[in-house]
């Protein structure tokens, strides 16, 4: 299981429903090396049970890898936002597939 740093949690308009993204560097830090990735984004669930193999409410979103993004940030649209129980910081989890976002 990787994992980011915590995380900023910073919202915008323009980035829709389907999208989270990252600076490259936290990219690395979840194995990420391309520029986008489909994974399954799980929530409705506790930590602990993400971590025993559970997947709650899974969706299919895309991770985009942007310079742009400022580093130690994960930017998200407000449905999305919203979805994820509108954290002001967050760590990201993930398996190689299943993606979890735990607010801090």
């Given at each position: 299981?990787?994992?980011?740093?915590?995380?900023?949690?910073?919202?915008?308009?323009?980035?829709?429903?389907?999208?989270?993204?990252?600076?490259?560097?936290?990219?690395?830090?979840?194995?990420?090396m391309?520029?986008?990735?489909?994974?399954?984004?799980?929530?409705?669930?506790?930590?602990?049970?993400?971590l025993?193999?559970?997947?709650?409410?899974?969706?299919?979103?895309?991770?985009?890898?942007?310079?742009?993004?400022?580093?130690?940030?994960?930017l998200?649209?407000?449905?999305?936002?919203?979805?994820?129980?509108?954290?002001?910081?967050?760590?990201?989890?993930?398996?190689?597939?299943?993606?979890?976002?735990?607010?801090?």
């Amino acid at each position: 299981m990787k994992k980011t740093v915590p995380l900023k949690v910073s919202v915008s308009a323009t980035v829709d429903r389907v999208h989270l993204i990252l600076h490259p560097n936290e990219g690395f830090d979840l194995g990420l090396m391309r520029v986008a990735h489909p994974v399954h984004l799980c929530r409705d669930l506790a930590v602990e049970d993400y971590l025993k193999g559970s997947s709650g409410t899974c969706e299919e979103v895309s991770i985009s890898l942007l310079n742009e993004c400022p580093k130690q940030t994960m930017l998200v649209g407000t449905a999305l936002h919203k979805l994820l129980g509108e954290p002001a910081r967050a760590v990201v989890l993930f398996d190689g597939d299943r993606l979890f976002v735990h607010m801090t």
